[in-house]
């Protein structure tokens, strides 16, 4: 095994970056506030060991997350870091009014300037009925798609420093997020189809793909991201990483176990079953996965990045060198054993140290 920091023999150091996105998932026999307790101390590591971005997801109505308002987790976060950009992987626009989201992170970025990102998704985070709640009634209509890139500018000149101007009834109106802004959070899409990079290349906007998620696709949104991208006032050139599931531990045969818990609670998901809290080690290990599920389950573990921390170092270096990628940014998906306290995630957080100290050095 090499010595901390230094990789095996063979492997390029073309990981510039490691940053973090947290799901918050919510363990059986974890309140609320526990998971909360879990997530504060993983930020706190990757801030301590070099990460460059701690995102948080947005997800509405489901038992195993507890990610439901980004902007919140947020300043949380934010707080209790000191060096890190904290950031949402992401704000899912349709469910909201582009000012308001203008006016929260223009608040966030004057509290912790240089330290926020906007990550923005047009998915809806939820099931239809919690889209409907959210909405006020109304719904998520085909008019939020269609609108999708119109609401990204006006969040984004609604944070500028100058605002907007409006004609209402032939009197002119200023419209701005913030009274007075120094600085404006860096602005991201994200996306798992070619649409989001298609619309973050004609805005000229840095873009992330959902590798976690989807894991198939990710070279021809990346390719055509990068071909067809117009250079903006925000950025001059391609600006792109990918996310990761990994799970690392100091055996391989303890990262397989690990990763368990959450592989059967995306299998839940995408066989319509329940999103219960995530089982402990102990419990997956009962459970017998149905015969005509197990493809399914076999294929999304052989996306993941699951193994020791050689093991995973190289993966992730081959991942980067495949999608010409200088950051790769982490969902530790580790699970918890039956004992392990509440408030806490340490083999997430051992995910997090046993990369960095192979890729960050």
Request: hydrophobic residues 45%; glycine residues 8%; without cysteine.
């Amino acid at each position: 095994m090499p010595a901390a920091g230094v990789l095996s023999e063979g492997m390029s150091d073309s990981i510039g970056a490691l940053s973090v996105l947290d799901l918050v998932t919510v363990r059986e026999g974890q309140s609320t506030a526990d998971a909360l307790r879990a997530t504060t101390s993983l930020a706190k590591v990757a801030d301590e060991i070099g990460y460059r971005r701690y995102w948080v997801a947005e997800h509405h109505n489901m038992p195993a997350v507890a990610a439901t308002n980004p902007p919140v987790l947020i300043g949380m976060l934010a707080a209790q870091t000191e060096r890190i950009r904290v950031g949402s992987g992401g704000v899912m626009l349709p469910n909201h009014a582009p000012l308001v989201i203008a006016e929260q992170f223009s608040l966030l970025e004057a509290a912790f300037p240089g330290r926020i990102d906007l990550g923005i998704g047009r998915a809806p985070g939820s099931d239809p009925v919690t889209s409907w709640a959210l909405r006020s009634g109304a719904g998520r209509t085909d008019e939020d798609i269609t609108r999708f890139p119109d609401y990204v500018s006006d969040v984004i000149a609604l944070m500028d420093a100058e605002g907007i101007a409006l004609n209402l009834q032939g009197r002119h109106y200023g419209l701005k997020a913030t009274p007075h802004a120094e600085s404006t959070p860096e602005v991201w899409l994200l996306g798992s189809s070619d649409f989001s990079a298609r619309l973050a290349a004609a805005k000229g906007l840095p873009y992330v793909f959902a590798h976690h998620f989807s894991g198939q696709g990710t070279a021809e949104a990346i390719e055509l991201y990068r071909s067809s991208f117009q250079p903006s006032d925000l950025l001059a050139e391609p600006r792109t990483f990918l996310t990761v599931n990994a799970v690392v531990a100091e055996r391989t045969e303890l990262a397989e176990r690990l990763a368990l818990p959450q592989l059967l609670a995306m299998l839940s998901l995408r066989t319509g079953g329940p999103l219960a809290p995530q089982l402990s080690v102990e419990e997956a290990e009962r459970v017998e996965v149905p015969a005509q599920h197990l493809p399914m389950l076999n294929s999304m573990k052989a996306r993941w990045v699951i193994g020791s921390a050689d093991e995973a170092a190289r993966q992730l270096d081959e991942l980067a060198r495949t999608f010409g990628v200088d950051e790769v940014m982490i969902n530790p998906a580790a699970g918890a054993f039956a004992d392990t306290s509440a408030d806490r995630t340490p083999a997430k957080e051992d995910s997090l140290r046993l990369l960095a100290d192979r890729l960050l050095g």
